[in-house]
């Protein structure tokens, strides 16, 4: 396992396309979170899966981003409707179940909305 | 709501000497954990140390170890022996369920 992979790495897209990108996680993690970063800021929490149920959205995340993560395996983010505040670097991360283990993170994919 | 609070934006610290960052976190919750991640430029976050809550032996990870204090809510990070490899963004992290970062501390170490 090579670890969790984002695809794309870069996107940029105009004001009002709809984007969507994908996480696929280590294998045999049954968590997987969704953060967005921004420059000079800490990773802010947008949703989080156990298996393919989605446990947790954040009162933050507009009714633009939906998630998915179909038979508990991979996950994707869809963002409608971009706007120029949602630049920022979107992380995925996945981890066994349990409030000890660590979160191993992507690359994560910079989104820029011109 | 949780929230980790880290009051240094940057620091730097000369190679090979000691540096602490501060963390301050706010919870009702008993049962947490909590972790310093580090994220080098350009690259993907990892672990450096994680601490259980409910002991109070601190953490210690070869030159990493920290200062946890409960009662305080107070977790600070020690880098001993600094290497230029250390210079990165560290975050400190609060998870009882799912993670809550502070802002970071942008750590630069000189040769």
């Known amino acids: 396992d090579t670890g969790v992979s984002q695809n794309p790495r870069h996107k940029i897209t105009k004001r009002g396309q709809n984007v969507t990108f994908r996480c696929d996680p280590i294998s045999e993690h049954n968590r997987l979170y969704w953060y967005r970063q921004t420059l000079g800021q800490g990773p802010e929490f947008l949703t989080y899966?156990?298996?393919?149920?989605?446990?947790?959205k954040s009162r933050l995340l507009s009714d633009r981003f939906s998630a998915e993560r179909p038979k508990g395996s991979f996950s994707t983010l869809e963002i409608q409707r971009t706007e120029q505040g949602d630049s920022a670097m979107y992380l995925c991360a996945s981890s066994f179940t349990g409030r000890n283990t660590e979160a191993f993170f992507g690359q994560g994919t910079r989104l820029t909305v011109v | 709501a949780q929230t980790v609070t880290q009051s240094q934006p940057e620091m730097s610290v000369q190679e090979a000497e000691t540096v602490t960052l501060s963390c301050t976190y706010d919870?009702?919750?008993?049962?947490?954990?909590l972790f310093w991640y580090k994220q080098p430029p350009s690259r993907q976050m990892i672990l450096v140390i994680r601490q259980e809550a409910y002991k109070q032996q601190n953490a210690t990870e070869n030159r990493f170890s920290v200062n946890f204090q409960k009662a305080a809510k107070s977790f600070s990070l020690k880098i001993s022996d600094s290497q230029l490899g250390d210079t990165a963004m560290y975050f400190c992290a609060f998870n009882a369920g799912k993670s809550t970062f502070g802002d970071g501390t942008t750590l630069t170490v000189k040769p």
């Open positions: 899966f156990q298996n393919e149920a989605q446990l947790e």
């Open positions: 919870t009702s919750e008993n049962n947490y954990y």
